[in-house]
């Protein structure tokens, strides 16, 4: 199998873990992911989550792109409703003139928080309603075409950081198609609407100055180990955590024992949240090269971008070789 292969970096804070060993882990994944011909690595905001420390994505991406040389990196993505576009131009644009070529922007609508937490961040209610606007004139300031006469991003303003439009419904893929922007859907966590999102994606896809043909990216989860049984009580460890990560938010929610957890996903109220783990591959590097395909195929995905999962950082980096081995990824030299 030959396959396009990314990483979604979620910046986990395990347990027992601090930010700063989560930010250690992701330099080492990014070097393993550079090494093993991984095609990019994003990062995702998100916010008031105590098992992910990506919130400050571009100073994350900053110090990745110090500890690397050549891998692509971005971010996976900027929410952008909750900043300014002119913002989120200078800090890429910084990006992009530290590390010439290599910074991607992917941008999301969602606020990456809960409502209090969005409330925080001075974001109004009302903010996704403008995305659309906000895109293009973020795209505006990286062209060197600011929409808002006098006001450039220094740096930012003829940098042409690629943009990437993501999301997990309808709304993302007819804006990406109408603005002739790559597409990226969050099959890893929403998998409801992918093939109907990416299918009028294509339909309806404009050329534009950026991309001249469709390009979808779609998200999947991996567990990869160097036998099955391992692989899916790993899995198991990481889908409890998944569901103590969504229910632990509620005030006052107690500490479920594992038996608890896994009864609840196969309950009317948890097999929700138990799909949002549907598109997982789980085992050696033969079955999850089998997956990885299949699930290429199905939407005729021009790339996947992967989220490893482990117990650890030793078995996220484990997950990282071998499915860069099932992927048929080329070392570089």
């Known amino acids: 199998m030959s396959l396009r292969l990314s990483i979604l ?3 986990p804070i395990g347990p027992g873990q601090t930010a700063r060993e989560s930010f250690a882990a992701s330099v ?15 990062y995702a905001e998100h916010h008031n989550m105590a098992s992910i420390a990506s919130s400050a994505t571009s100073v994350l991406i900053g110090h990745i792109a110090d500890h690397t040389t050549s891998i692509r990196l971005g971010a996976g993505g900027v929410m952008l409703p909750n900043h300014s576009p002119l ?11 530290l590390h010439p070529g290599r910074i991607d922007l992917g941008l999301g609508r969602a606020p990456g928080a809960d409502g209090a937490t969005m409330r925080a961040l001075r974001r109004d209610a009302t903010a996704a309603d403008g995305f659309p606007q906000d895109v293009l004139e973020l795209q505006g300031y990286l062209q060197g075409r600011s929409h808002i006469a006098g006001v450039e991003a220094v740096p930012g303003a003829g940098t042409n950081v690629p943009l990437y439009i993501l999301g997990s419904s309808d709304y993302g893929a007819q804006l990406a198609a109408r603005l002739g922007l790559p597409y990226g859907f969050a099959s890893h966590f929403a998998p409801a609407e992918l093939h109907a999102a990416v299918a009028r994606y294509r339909a309806e896809f404009r050329p534009s100055e950026q991309l001249a043909e469709p390009y979808v990216i779609v998200g999947a989860n991996v567990v990869a180990a160097d036998d099955t049984a391992d692989a899916q009580e790993q899995f198991a460890t990481v889908r409890r955590r998944f569901v103590r990560s969504m229910i632990g938010r509620r005030d006052g929610a107690p500490d479920y024992a594992d038996e608890q957890i896994d009864a609840f996903l196969t309950s009317p109220n948890g097999r929700p949240i138990a799909d949002m783990l549907r598109y997982t591959a789980v085992g050696t590097v033969a079955e999850v090269g089998r997956y990885l395909e299949q699930f290429a195929a199905s939407v005729h995905a021009d ?12 078995a996220r980096l484990r997950s990282v070789e071998l499915t860069a081995e099932a992927a048929g990824l080329a070392t570089p030299v």
């Open 9 to 11: 970096d979620l910046a």
């Open 28 to 42: 080492e994944l990014a070097r393993a992911a550079e090494r093993l011909g991984y095609r990019r690595v994003w």
């Open 87 to 97: 913002t989120i131009a200078e800090q890429f644009g910084t990006l992009e003139t």
């Open 303 to 314: 790339e996947v971008i992967v989220a490893h999962h482990g117990v650890d950082v030793a």
